[in-house]
């Protein structure tokens, strides 16, 4: 009796067809495959090279990922088909080359937050595609002037490096890591971000560029980012908790960020956790910020593990320190603790977490999940679920991009407005 070899399951059987044949269609079939996917992933590394570095030529992509240039040429030329590149003739060690660069549609919107540590640049076009973004450290207690002149320069740069001109600018936004008072534009609380209390922010820029220029606290562009562009898409009530140096909430309602009266709804940070505890940079006493604040927390581990920065405490929390995942646990269930009583007050659909500590994955969620609903009605309707943003440490650049382009929108239209 003579055997005779299965087809794959994949491969359909036809009339005639020997099992050499049926190994080759098989072969082929894995090889389409693989080539597919190795196209995709060409196609990714090419565009995340781009994305990262900024405009570059068609020589200086094959050297920065590896591919052929010939590789390179082809992918080029689709994704100028499918419109995500455009290419244009320039000059390199004197001779002419293609430079190749993200299409920007409609101009751009820039994004700067500014916090204790960090100066990020974000800038993005209307489409709200992310061209680039850059991060400088900042020294402590950092001066206003010199800041503001850094961040200038790096918006010309990062320009440069992706072919586009300050021409193209039709806002700036500027994220701070303190509450902005909405009828001055400026920091609500003195002494929370040392050396910019009344400092006017807007006026420096908007002469330098020559567009309009909106300042909003980080929390609250980090929760527009989340809203547009991340987990909050399509939910229109949600809050969004940031765990960086300190804690803040911003707070979507009806699709519109709720800012208050004053511009300081969503300030958990400086509800008051106990009583008699440490005096917090917004002159009370035992806000959650005295509690959860980088100093915080990295001090309860400096006689085991050292001088640490949060970005320390993160990274060894996610390589499985089981003291750092102890202190971020610990900080998770007193930020979920007061989050819970911010829910409670407003009812949203989801939490959103993003921020340093968020970036240690579920060693935050989890903790935080359980204190928040531990402190919620015991028989809601409906159990608010809480997710990790989409963009847990650039989203406060990136919302305030946004809100620049709504801005400078919204101000053209105002200025077009025949009057009454």
């Not at 060409?42 to 995340?48: F, I, T, W």
């Not at 929370?192 to 820029?205: E, H, K, N």
């Amino acid at each position: 009796m003579r055997s005779e070899a299965l087809p794959h399951p994949t491969v359909p059987r036809l009339a005639g067809t020997n099992a050499i044949c049926r190994v080759m269609l098989m072969g082929m079939a894995r090889l389409f495959g693989s080539q597919t996917s190795l196209r995709e992933a060409n196609r990714s590394n090419l565009l995340e090279c781009i994305h990262k570095f900024g405009a570059m030529t068609q020589i200086e992509l094959a050297e920065a990922t590896g591919l052929s240039t010939a590789t390179v040429s082809n992918l080029v030329h689709q994704l100028v088909d499918e419109g995500q590149l455009e290419t244009q003739n320039t000059v390199r060690n004197g001779r002419r080359a293609t430079l190749v660069a993200l299409v920007r549609s409609q101009g751009l919107g820039i994004g700067l937050s500014i916090e204790r540590h960090d100066l990020r640049l974000t800038i993005i076009d209307h489409s709200r595609i992310v061209l680039a973004e850059h991060v400088l450290p900042l020294a402590l207690n950092h001066k206003t002037d010199t800041t503001l002149r850094r961040a200038m320069v790096l918006i010309n740069e990062t320009l440069s490096s992706i072919g586009a001109d300050a021409s193209e600018i039709t806002g700036i936004g500027v994220a701070v890591s303190a509450p902005v008072d909405s009828r001055t534009h400026t920091i609500a609380v003195p002494g929370i971000l040392p050396g910019w209390d009344g400092f006017d922010i807007i006026s420096p820029l908007s002469n330098a560029f020559n567009v309009p220029v909106i300042v909003e606290n980080e929390a609250n562009t980090s929760a527009i980012c989340e809203a547009r562009m991340g987990s909050g898409i399509g939910h229109s009530d949600f809050v969004y908790v940031r765990t960086t140096d300190g804690v803040g909430a911003g707070i979507m309602t009806h699709g519109e960020l709720w800012r208050g009266v004053t511009g300081l709804a969503g300030e958990i940070g400086h509800i008051q956790v106990d009583p008699l505890g440490s005096i917090c940079s917004c002159g009370n006493r035992g806000c959650l910020n005295t509690a959860v604040d980088e100093f915080r927390l990295v001090s309860l581990l400096s006689v085991t593990h050292g001088k640490m920065t949060m970005d320390d405490l993160v990274n060894e929390a996610n390589a499985g320190d089981p003291g750092c995942r102890r202190v971020i646990a610990d900080a998770a269930v007193r930020i979920g603790t007061v989050a819970a009583s911010l829910c409670i007050s407003v009812d949203p659909e989801i939490v959103v977490v993003g921020g340093k500590l968020a970036m240690a994955g579920t060693t935050f969620t989890e903790p935080f999940a359980e204190s928040l609903q531990r402190m919620l009605f015991p028989s809601a309707l409906t159990p608010i679920e809480v997710v990790e943003a989409q963009y847990p440490e650039s989203c406060s650049s990136i919302g305030a991009a946004i809100l620049a382009i709504d801005h400078a929108e919204h101000s053209r239209l105002t200025a077009t407005e025949p009057s009454r």
